[in-house]
C-alpha cells in the first residue's frame, strides 16, 4: 500500500515570499490533516478536512495560510507572505474514517521549511 | 484546557535495560488516546490506539497502558534501533483536534 506523498521534502525561502506544499494521501482515505511541527514541539493541527470540505480550521493563520482539497484527494498548503516563525516541518495526514479517534492516521514524511 | 505533558523529555537507556515513558493528559472526554513512534527526518508512525481505562496493548518490546489521568508506553529490553522519539496524543470527543504532547527522545545505547 502506498503511503501518503509529499512534496518538496525541504524548501528554503526568505521572509515575505510565498511557498506552497503539495500531499497526496492514502488512496481511499477520506479524511486529510496538515500538520505543523516546530523542533521540539509535537505536531499542532492546522486545518483537517472530510473528502473536499474543511472540518477544523480552527488554528489555521488564516491571513497567510490557505489550504484546498479540491476533488477531495490531493491538497495543498499555501503560506503568503511568509513569516521567519513559520520555520517548521508540515506534515501531512490521512485516515480513513472521520475523526483520528476512530482509526489510525498515516503520516507523510514532511517538508521541512525554512524561512531566512 | 486539553493538555498533554510527557516525561522525561530525553531518556537514555542501555541496551536490554527496561524503562517507561509518561504521558499525563487533561481532556474534557478522551475519545482516543494515541502513542506513535518518529525518527528523525521521519513523519510520526502510528503504535497503538487505547480508549478506555484499564485497556493495554503490545507490539513487540512495547506495551502501552491507559487509566483515567495517564499512560505509560512500557519498553522492555530494549535495542538501538527502538531509539526515536515517542510521541503521546489526545483526542477531546469535544472538538476534532488531535493534541500532541512535546515527545520523549529514546536513545538505546548497545
Known amino acids: 500500500e502506498a503511503g501518503v506523498a509529499q512534496s518538496p521534502r525541504y524548501k528554503i525561502i526568505e521572509k515575505r515570499q510565498s511557498v506552497a506544499f503539495w500531499c497526496n494521501p492514502i488512496?481511499?482515505?477520506?479524511?486529510l490533516y496538515w500538520y505543523q511541527q516546530i523542533l521540539g514541539q509535537g505536531p499542532k493541527l492546522l486545518i483537517q478536512?472530510?473528502?473536499?470540505?474543511?472540518?477544523?480550521d480552527s488554528q489555521l493563520p488564516k491571513d497567510r495560510f490557505s489550504a484546498e482539497r479540491l476533488k477531495g484527494v490531493d491538497s495543498t498548503l499555501k503560506i503568503q507572505p511568509a513569516k521567519l516563525e513559520d520555520s517548521a516541518v508540515y506534515l501531512c495526514?490521512?485516515?480513513?474514517?472521520?475523526?483520528?479517534?476512530?482509526?489510525?492516521?498515516?503520516f507523510g514524511q514532511g517538508t521541512r521549511l525554512t524561512v531566512v | 484546557e486539553d493538555q498533554v505533558t510527557q516525561s522525561p523529555e530525553a531518556l537514555r537507556l542501555q541496551e536490554g535495560e527496561s524503562s517507561s515513558l509518561n504521558c499525563s493528559y487533561t481532556?474534557?472526554?478522551?475519545?482516543?488516546l494515541f502513542w506513535y513512534r518518529q525518527d528523525p527526518g521521519k513523519g510520526p508512525e502510528f503504535l497503538f490506539t487505547?480508549?478506555?481505562a484499564g485497556e493495554e496493548k503490545e507490539k513487540e518490546r512495547l506495551k502501552a497502558t491507559l487509566t483515567k489521568k495517564e499512560s505509560f508506553l512500557h519498553i522492555t529490553a530494549p535495542k538501538p534501533e527502538d531509539s526515536a522519539t515517542y510521541l503521546c496524543?489526545?483526542?477531546?470527543?469535544?472538538?476534532?483536534?488531535?493534541?500532541f504532547g512535546a515527545g520523549t527522545r529514546l536513545t538505546v545505547k548497545p
Open positions: 478536512f472530510q473528502n473536499n470540505g474543511v472540518v477544523d
Open positions: 487505547l480508549y478506555s
Open positions: 496524543a489526545v483526542h477531546p470527543y469535544n472538538n476534532n483536534d488531535m493534541r
Open positions: 488512496s481511499g482515505h477520506a479524511t
Open positions: 495526514a490521512s485516515s480513513q474514517f472521520e475523526g483520528l479517534g476512530d482509526t489510525e492516521a498515516f
Open positions: 481532556v474534557s472526554g478522551l475519545r482516543g
